[in-house]
């Protein structure tokens, strides 16, 4: 029961992925419901089926292998196709499976109807998103190094193809995107060649609990460098941070769903992943939290200085993946207990505000502050809304990102960069949370509050 039940997740997304074109052709736009409600059954089933998230929950780790290539390795060891469940693979495919939900079922009204002004551009949204979500559920699933970066560089292609689908806005982007998250695909390839020569294992779990790390600091340090280097690149932290912003051109679902539970999450969910083996090496420590911290302040500063909503909330996801980031560095398990809480609080604020600069835009014809009316209240309901998600990405009490908020903040206290160190540290986020509260305050006031009237006849 174990093997079939771990095995069907990504079969059936796999067969979603299938049946697409037939509900394109048959539903147009409104495919994204039942592609939506499948989302929402498989993560329910998930949970129900005891197991799975049942088994995990107990302490069990469900995994089923089988093999893949035979003697290939040099001691004549077999590659193979193995799928792991525990309790972070379980965390990440249910954030994507729920976060995927809500974005499908938006996109059924969202998009244009296929027209011959609109040409099929439905059929390739729900083709490119279907198969991310196979990609990035087979990511946190995998137990096997190939597997795994397979997975990874199928995400980057799909990230591409997703936000080239804008045309010549998004072609920039697009490439920029591609260039960096395959940058960080290579030095995920060169970490796990090494970290298979030094174990004599393919298996990512076998990798990871293995002795051997503490036997050759500067193999392990060099190991923890290109892991944080592979998981800076997906999660657009500094110095791959500069695709994200550009990737703004693909359409507000994409923008979504990739930015706020799919990519960006692959990277924290790969620093998660080792963050177990890293947690004490120098190297680790020192590269997530300088540069978590240092992206979370500058991203915030230039979140503050955009007029543009999307663009604000593009720099505003920059800015919180670097406090997730430093905190996955400090290492401590209640820093990762934070680091987790906040993952979650994070796909549910930034996913909620880029699907309401959609409404605005749609409505207002415009998601530049400089040209909105004051919408309040023509639109009370999106207004609320709004003012929660952004409320909680604020940490303003009692969201749950007030409560992850806090919890990162006691992780620094017990940061491994000395006396001096937690002081820079705990300063910058201190100066961080402002300018997050700031720039949270900018999204509503300027979306909502400020502005001429709409009945106004002045330009």
């Not at 030094?198 to 990871?208: D, F, N, Q, R, Y």
């Not at 919180?320 to 398990?333: F, K, N, R, S």
């Not at 994070?346 to 605005?360: D, E, P, R, Y």
Request: charged share 10%; glycine share 8%.
């Amino acid at each position: 029961m174990t093997l079939t039940s771990l095995v069907l997740i990504p079969v059936i997304l796999t067969v979603a992925l299938i049946l697409v074109p037939v509900l394109v052709r048959l539903l147009d736009r409104d495919a994204g419901w039942p592609l939506a409600a499948l989302f929402t059954a498989l993560a329910v089933w998930i949970i129900a089926d005891p197991d799975l998230a049942a088994g995990v929950i107990d302490g069990r780790t469900v995994s089923w292998s089988t093999t893949w290539l035979p003697d290939v390795l040099p001691d004549g060891g077999d590659v193979s196709l193995s799928l792991r469940l525990d309790g972070l693979s379980l965390f990440f495919v249910l954030l994507a499976l729920v976060i995927g939900a809500a974005v499908f079922a938006y996109s059924a009204r969202y998009l244009h109807r296929t027209t011959a002004e609109h040409g099929d551009g439905v059929m390739s949204f729900y083709v490119l998103m279907s198969a991310f979500m196979v990609s990035v559920v087979l990511l946190f699933l995998a137990d096997d190094v190939a597997v795994l970066f397979i997975a990874w560089e199928l995400v980057s292609l799909a990230s591409f193809f997703l936000i080239a689908r804008a045309g010549r806005t998004g072609e920039p982007g697009a490439m920029r995107t591609l260039l960096l998250t395959f940058t960080g695909g290579l030095s995920l390839l060169v970490a796990l060649g090494i970290a298979v020569a030094t174990t004599g294992t393919t298996s990512l779990s076998g990798i990871i609990a293995s002795d051997v790390w503490g036997e050759d600091a500067v193999r392990t340090g060099i190991v923890a460098a290109l892991i944080a280097l592979a998981g800076f690149s997906k999660a657009a932290q500094f110095p791959f941070h500069a695709w994200l912003p550009e990737a703004m051109a693909a359409i507000t679902p994409v923008s979504a769903f990739l930015h706020a539970a799919a990519v960006v999450k692959a990277g924290i969910y790969l620093l998660m992943r080792f963050s177990g083996v890293f947690h004490e090496v120098t190297v680790w420590n020192l590269m997530l939290i300088i540069s978590g911290m240092f992206t979370a302040f500058f991203a915030a500063v230039f979140a503050m200085q955009k007029a543009d909503l999307k663009k604000l909330t593009a720099y505003s996801t920059v800015s919180q993946l670097g406090w997730i980031v430093a905190t996955i560095g400090v290492g401590t398990p209640v820093a990762l207990a934070a680091a987790v809480v906040h993952t979650a609080a994070h796909a549910l604020f930034k996913s909620s505000l880029f699907m309401i600069i959609g409404v605005i835009d749609h409505q207002a014809g415009s998601r530049d502050i400089r040209d909105l009316g004051v919408l309040w209240r023509k639109m009370p309901w999106t207004f609320t809304g709004a003012v929660v998600a952004a409320a909680c990405m604020a940490g303003i009490p009692p969201t749950l990102g007030f409560v992850s908020k806090e919890g990162m903040l006691a992780a620094f206290e017990e940061a491994p960069v000395g006396t001096a160190g937690q002081i820079v540290l705990l300063t910058a986020a201190g100066i961080g949370a402002v300018a997050t509260l700031l720039y949270s305050a900018k999204y509503v006031l300027g979306a909502f509050v400020d502005g001429r009237p709409l009945d106004s006849d002045n330009p």
